[in-house]
């Protein structure tokens, strides 16, 4: 990937929107080629059956634009998050990945899409310093079908902190690839 590709493009916004006022960690966003991301909010609930566990869930839609020629039977990663928390109370603590995330994606008819991990920098200015080496999670896709125009799946992530903070994170995806 060039140096563009593996810019944060959410910065501190898409964390800000990421439940601060629930002391839950928070969420950046990396990704490559054409790549629109739509915030659908968060949701957070108790279970009855274990009230001492919190769940929050974020809603996101990511629309990208794929070039046939660039895609067809190439893996591209078209986007990657993680919830991050920070190892102090200060803003100059370091960000740190959530442990214990795991991905699972939809299967598609045009394309292989599997769960990828990669690396890159967290900085939420306000909220923890920059930190290098944190894990982003995200689909990898494989165009198989030359003559697909579009194609759309879903997936969701999950931060289990249950034994840590109590908290169970989850981000709901779609995302919706247009091929040209």
């Known amino acids: 990937m060039d140096k563009i590709t593996t810019t944060l493009l959410s910065g501190a916004a898409i964390g800000v929107l990421a439940v601060p006022a629930l002391a839950a960690p928070n969420m950046h966003i990396s990704g490559v080629h054409a790549l629109n991301v739509k915030y659908l ?11 001492k566990v919190q769940h929050v869930t974020s809603t996101l839609t ?29 803003s100059t603590s370091k960000c740190i990945t959530a442990p214990n995330e795991t991905a699972k994606f939809q299967k598609t008819s045009h394309a292989k899409v599997k769960p990828v991990a990669t690396t890159g920098t967290v900085s939420i200015p306000g909220y923890c310093a920059a930190n290098a080496g944190q894990t982003f999670y995200g689909p990898q896709y494989t165009l198989k079908d030359k003559n697909a125009t579009g194609d759309s799946f879903t997936g969701k992530i999950v931060a289990n902190e249950k034994k840590i903070s109590g908290y169970i994170y989850t981000i709901k995806a779609t995302t919706n690839v247009t091929i040209n």
């Open 41 to 51: 909010g968060v949701h957070s609930k108790t279970r009855i059956h274990d009230p």
């Open 62 to 90: 990511f629309s990208a634009a794929l070039n046939e020629s660039t895609a067809y039977k190439n893996a591209i990663t078209l986007w990657g998050e993680g919830w991050f928390s920070r190892t102090g109370t200060s």
